[in-house]
């Protein structure tokens, strides 16, 4: 072979050579970043190719389905049953628009992909039978579910209800709230339907249950005196705890207002009682930043990676803010933020004597043929606190419940403790309060401990209290449980 023949002989190898090395890349090693990305439009033609599985809830009755659609790519689309009740839970699978929470986290054995579900895609191909998804089996109990996303109505909120003995996640409700079917095609109605609420001022969309923050209020005393005694601040809930009134931050001129009388000197239990700020102020000052932070992580604060699996938002209790901050958060205003999930955690850390454990909402995925290829164990998270001052933190808030400003949460033949919380918010506090309840209740059959925020209810400034908005709620969804677990 002459010079030049052997010279294009060898960049024609080059070529070759560059092109196998590229076809491997793409085969082996970008397959599945291809094959996966969202740009992919034979993905979601896939995706909806066969019937989804189906999100199920306690008792066996599924939430979603899938319908036939006509003039598509897609065969099926996503329907949902008692859509807005339960968006919170399933959230959406849209042919245009993508897809959220379990549905999206799920993905795989809903559709049927799932490597756990071969075995059944193999004999169906020599079967002929259809592929088929796997199903998503909930904690979620549809009486509780029901009674939270009533309670709520027309207002802005959102409800959570656990198991404290397991941390199943028994009620998960947000309002207002939207209909995942009205979207879940790819026709001119579902895009006017996914705009509408893409760019809606109240926030359908936003699960408030898990991912929206607010200041907890007077909630988070029931965190500060567990702090208190914790730390050996204070030993005796019914002896005085030395608290001057009018009580002053601390390294400032500004006085703790108090809504009620009595506070002057009160004890831990008389606090949480009336709800005296000037006491829990006072007690936060004493054990201190580090070790109130301390506390509140225990109960699952500035965890950023709560996962239900649907992510909820960290919950925060600030570790670097001054004297009189950390005085004005031991109260649950200034920086103390938290998710109406993380204060359903604390009511039962508390309930469950000590132990906090890790809240979830999937029970079990199965196969088409209902064989269980995965089972959530309940799993302990952390200890707050010991039996004994959990035994004092639940006394405090039965005489909250029984005495105090959360009677409207009483429920015959049930052991009922609670603590409201109306948190100011805004410039100077100008906006209108939320209205919180964490509680839980106990009879010798079960145990359900709930949360309540009432972001917006349009009551009036004056009306607006967590006694009188959230704890009818809470009481409602406490019933709900308990009734269902005998």
């Not at 209740?441 to 209290?465: F, L, P, Y």
């Amino acid at each position: 072979m002459n010079k030049p023949l052997r010279r294009i002989a060898i960049f024609c190898g080059l070529l070759v050579l560059a092109l196998l090395v590229r076809t491997n890349w793409l085969q082996y090693v970008q397959a599945e970043e291809l094959s996966t990305r969202k740009e992919n439009r034979r993905v979601a033609i896939a995706q909806y190719a066969q019937e989804r599985g189906n999100i199920i809830v306690n008792g066996g009755k599924p939430i979603t389905g899938s319908a036939v659609t006509d003039g598509s790519d897609y065969k099926y689309k996503r329907t949902y049953i008692d859509g807005p009740m339960w968006a919170p839970v399933t959230g959406f699978a849209s042919q245009a628009f993508g897809s959220t929470q379990l549905e999206k986290l799920e993905d795989k054995i809903l559709t049927g992909n799932d490597d756990r579900l071969f075995f059944d895609r193999t004999i169906g191909m020599f079967t002929g039978d259809k592929k088929q998804g796997g199903n998503v089996v909930t904690t979620l109990m549809p009486a509780a579910q029901k009674a939270a996303f009533k309670g709520l109505a027309s207002n802005k909120g959102a409800v959570v209800a656990l198991d404290p003995r397991t941390g199943a996640i028994l009620a998960l409700a947000s309002a207002p709230s939207y209909d995942p079917s009205s979207f879940a095609g790819n026709s001119k109605s579902d895009e006017k339907a996914w705009v509408t609420l893409k760019d809606s001022k109240n926030k359908e969309m936003v699960n408030r249950a898990l991912r929206e923050t607010y200041p907890p209020g007077s909630t988070f005393k029931v965190v500060t005196a567990t702090a208190a005694l914790e730390h050996g601040v204070v030993t005796d809930i019914n002896a005085p705890t030395d608290t001057p009134e009018p009580y002053i931050l601390p390294g400032t001129l500004t006085p703790m207002v108090n809504q009620h009388g009595g506070c002057k000197n009160a004890s831990l239990n008389k606090a949480l009682e009336v709800s005296c700020n000037s006491v829990f102020a006072n007690m936060g000052d004493k054990v201190t930043r580090d070790k109130m932070v301390e506390t509140a992580e225990k109960f699952g604060f500035n965890d950023a990676e709560i996962d239900t699996p649907v992510r909820a938002f960290a919950s925060v209790y600030d570790k670097t803010m001054s004297r009189d901050g950390n005085a004005q958060s031991a109260i649950g205003q200034f920086n103390t933020a938290a998710t109406p999930l993380q204060m359903a955690m604390v009511a039962a850390a508390v309930a469950n004597d000590g132990k906090l454990m890790k809240p979830y909402m999937v029970d079990q995925l199965t196969a088409p043929n209902l064989d269980v290829l995965e089972r959530t164990d309940p799993e302990e998270m952390s200890r707050p606190l010991s039996p004994e001052n959990a035994q004092k933190v639940q006394d405090m808030m039965v005489n909250v419940v029984e005495n105090g400003t959360g009677t409207k949460a009483q429920i015959d033949g049930a052991t009922v403790g609670g603590k409201t919380g109306t948190a100011q918010h805004g410039e100077k506090n100008k906006k209108r309060p939320y209205a919180w309840f964490i509680s839980y209740a106990k009879t010798d059959k079960g145990a359900v401990a709930v949360a309540v925020v009432i972001e917006d209810s349009g009551a009036t400034r004056e009306d607006i209290s967590g006694g009188g908005l959230a704890a009818p709620i809470a009481k409602d969804v406490m019933e709900a449980v308990l009734k269902a677990q005998g």
